[in-house]
Nanobody, 115 residues
Framework: QVYFVESGGGLVQPGGSLRVSCATSRTIFTFRALGWYRQAPRKQRELVAAITPANITNYADSVKGRFTISRDNAKNLLYLQMNSLKPEDTAVYYC?????????WGQGTQVTISS
């Protein structure tokens, strides 16, 4: 069973913007805190942004002020708006519950920042 499906990644120049999306089931979306994670080559996966069912958000210091996590309750969609992108933001981006559930990991979506 697929729990999370990410989309919207791509190649962006430094300083550019990108929005990635994540679809999940209504049950997970409604009752779970959710997060965006990323894994860069040769690095551990890290939580970059989180949102509770009450829309309380939290961000890693490395993305604070540049990334915005949001949710569309009508569509069961989770978004990550990424602005002022840097080469170090290059990674595969995943969504999951927060804390993450091992069985929920999807394929992720590749985000590459390069000129």
């Amino acid at each position: 069973q697929v729990y999370f499906v990410e989309s919207g990644g791509g190649l962006v120049q430094p300083g550019g913007s990108l929005r990635v999306s994540c679809a999940t089931s209504r049950t997970i979306f409604t009752f779970r805190a959710l997060g965006w994670y990323r894994q860069a080559p040769r690095k551990q996966r890290e939580l970059v942004a989180a949102i509770t069912p009450a829309n309380i958000t939290n961000y890693a210091d490395s993305v604070k002020g540049r990334f915005t996590i949001s949710r569309d309750n009508a569509k069961n969609l989770l978004y990550l708006q990424m602005n002022s992108l840097k080469p170090e933001d290059t990674a595969v981006y995943y969504c999951n519950s927060n804390p993450a559930a091992q069985s929920y990991w999807g394929q992720g979506t590749q985000v590459t920042i390069s000129s």
